[in-house]
C-alpha cells in the first residue's frame, strides 16, 4: 500500500526526513509510509493526507503536548498527530517537532503504554438498550461481535446528541450487526 498523496508531499517528506535525521531511530516502510523505530518499536510515522502532511506519534497520548500542536484523529485511543501544510513550516518547527520526537522515544524507551479503554467503559445509549429490550436476536448479534466493533458502534451511537438521531443510527446499523459486520464494514 502506497503512502497516500506521497507525489503531493515530496518537499514535506524530504524536510522531515532533515528533522529526523539526527535520532537513533531506524527508517521502514510500513503501511506503504515511511515509519521510524526505536529498538524495533513504532514511534513517528509520516502521512500525506489531501489537505495536509502529517507526522503521526504512536503513543501520542501520553506526550506532555505543552504547544498544544497533537490531534487526535478519529476515535483512536493512542495516536496523535502533527498537521503541516508545507516543509517550510516543517522547517520552521523544527525544534518543536525533535522535542516532541525526543519525548517520543523515551516514552517508547520506557515501555508505556496507553491504557485502553475496554467496551465497558463506552456508554450504552438507552436508545440502544431498549432496542435490545424488544429484539433479544439484535442483543445476542451485537454480543457476539468482537469488542472492537461493538466499541466502534457505541461511540457512534452515543456521538449523536439527539435521541432520534441514535435511535435512526441504530435501526441504519441493524442489518450489518445481525450479519457480524463492524462499523466500517456496513456499506
Same mark, same amino acid.
Given at each position: 500500500m502506497e503512502m497516500a498523496y506521497r507525489a503531493q508531499w515530496q518537499a514535506e517528506i524530504a524536510e522531515m526526513r532533515r528533522v529526523l535525521a539526527g535520532f537513533a531511530m531506524t527508517e521502514a516502510c510500513k503501511w506503504g509510509k515511511p515509519t521510524y523505530t526505536v529498538d524495533g518499536k513504532n514511534v513517528v510515522i509520516m502521512q500525506g493526507f489531501k489537505e495536509y502532511f502529517a507526522l503521526g506519534f504512536f503513543q501520542g497520548a501520553l506526550l506532555k503536548d505543552p504547544k498544544k500542536v497533537l490531534v487526535q484523529l478519529g476515535q483512536v485511543q493512542a495516536a496523535r498527530v502533527m498537521?503541516?501544510?508545507? /516543509? *517550510?513550516?516543517? !522547517? &520552521?518547527?523544527?525544534?518543536?517537532?525533535?522535542?516532541?520526537?525526543?519525548?517520543a522515544i523515551a516514552v517508547e524507551r520506557a515501555g508505556l503504554r496507553v491504557e485502553r479503554k475496554k467496551t465497558s467503559d463506552f456508554p450504552v445509549p438507552d436508545e440502544l438498550t431498549a432496542r435490545f429490550r424488544k429484539d433479544p436476536r439484535f442483543k445476542?448479534?451485537?454480543?457476539?461481535?468482537?469488542?472492537?466493533?461493538?466499541?466502534?458502534?457505541?461511540?457512534?451511537?452515543?456521538?449523536?446528541?439527539?435521541?432520534?438521531?441514535?435511535? /435512526? *443510527?441504530?435501526? !441504519? &446499523?441493524?442489518?450489518?450487526?445481525?450479519?457480524?459486520?463492524?462499523?466500517?464494514?456496513?456499506?
Open positions: 498537521k503541516f501544510t508545507s /516543509a *517550510r513550516e516543517i !522547517k &520552521a518547527k523544527a525544534s518543536t517537532i525533535k522535542a516532541y520526537v525526543r519525548e445476542r448479534a451485537f454480543d457476539a461481535l468482537t469488542p472492537g466493533r461493538q466499541r466502534s458502534y457505541l461511540y457512534y451511537f452515543a456521538a449523536a446528541k439527539q435521541s432520534a438521531t441514535r435511535e /435512526a *443510527r441504530i435501526e !441504519k &446499523a441493524r442489518p450489518a450487526i445481525c450479519e457480524g459486520r463492524g462499523f466500517l464494514e456496513r456499506r
